[in-house]
């Protein structure tokens, strides 16, 4: 397969288990990796034989700055889920950071990494 990787996408999210982070909100920063094959959209120059990556851009930081979640883990399950929506992905690697995460001592970022398959 090959692969189309989005970096750094960032959004405010209220996502969290406590209120201070649901009332205030914070950072989130999600890095995608698409996996598909590109060779039916190279052979015609065809944007719709591909994963149009502005538009998956636009779809992730949507549900990032959307409905509160609790955990990372979920917020991490639905990027995936919305990623595998696009016919050509076949499978989606996706890392949530949570930069400003909660935690008493000095850290420098927490993340969770899912990888889903359609189907």
Do not use: N, S
């Not at 750094?8 to 950072?27: D, K, N, W």
């Not at 719709?48 to 917020?75: C, D, K, M, Q, S």
């Not at 949570?98 to 969770?112: E, G, L, R, W």
């Amino acid at each position: 397969m090959d692969r189309v990787t989005l970096r750094g996408l960032r959004a405010r999210g209220h996502h969290g288990v406590f209120e201070r982070e649901r009332a205030e909100g914070q950072t989130f920063v999600v890095d995608l990796v698409l996996y598909l094959d590109t060779r039916p959209a190279a052979a015609d120059d065809d944007l719709t034989r591909t994963a149009h990556y502005g538009i998956v851009a636009e779809e992730v930081t949507a549900i990032i700055a959307g409905e509160p979640v609790e955990l990372i883990e979920t917020l991490a399950q639905r990027i995936a889920d919305q990623c595998l929506k696009h016919d050509p992905v076949e499978e989606v690697e996706v890392t949530v950071h949570k930069p400003d995460a909660p935690i008493t001592v000095p850290f420098d970022d927490v993340t969770v990494t899912i990888h889903r398959t359609r189907g």
